[in-house]
């Protein structure tokens, strides 16, 4: 093992708990997912709540058709020399989605994904309230009001420059994840 593959994983242990392995490993091909009508959202990320947070995590969107995550995900943690560190479902969107650096990989059917495709870019940020306000102040429209996620609240704004961009706060699920 090289040094730097070492320190990564030395790194990733450290860092929080891990995806389960084996038949309940969610990002399994294998799994038996029902992502339209089907089971609650899985939810695995290393760090849960967002209300720390100092300045928003900006997450570039990449898309991908249903049945790819897994070779996608693994692709951009060897471009980036870093593990994933957010894994879930979104069952209610036909969605499975993955978090590598800054790049949210999302996966679904072409009509799902497709009117995602007009949201510029995802922030994750410390308060879906707060953001609203700032937003009003700016003269920001939103298209989408806050709602409900698999991790928490999100709602959906266009900048008063065009831009649309998807604010996420996570707050830990009921299981803690």
């Known amino acids: 093992m090289s040094n730097d593959t070492e320190a990564r994983a ?3 242990s450290d860092s929080g708990p891990s995806v389960p392995t084996g038949p309940n490993n969610p990002t399994d091909p294998s799994h038996p997912i029902d992502l339209v009508g089907g089971p609650a959202p899985t939810v695995w990320r290393r760090r849960n709540d967002s209300s720390g947070l100092a300045e928003p995590r900006a997450l570039l969107r990449v898309y991908t ?10 692709s951009y943690e060897r471009l ?4 994933k560190d957010m894994w879930f479902t979104y069952p209610e969107r ?9 790049f949210l990989l999302v996966e679904g ?3 799902v994904l497709a009117p995602l495709r007009a949201t510029d870019g995802t922030l994750v940020v410390d308060s ?4 609203l306000e700032r ?3 700016e003269g920001a429209e939103v298209l989408v009001a806050p709602h409900a996620v698999p991790t928490g609240t999100g709602f959906t704004a266009r900048h008063r420059d065009g831009t649309v961009v998807e ?10 994840s």
């Open 80 to 83: 980036l020399g870093v593990a």
């Open 135 to 137: 937003l009003a102040a």
């Open 10 to 12: 030395s790194r990733d």
């Open 94 to 102: 036909g969605l499975r989605l993955a978090v590598v650096g800054s």
């Open 65 to 74: 058709p249903t049945g790819t995550l897994e070779s996608v995900t693994a």
């Open 128 to 131: 879906a309230a707060a953001y």
């Open 109 to 111: 059917a072409p009509e």
């Open 167 to 176: 604010y996420v706060e996570h707050r830990p699920t009921p299981d803690g």
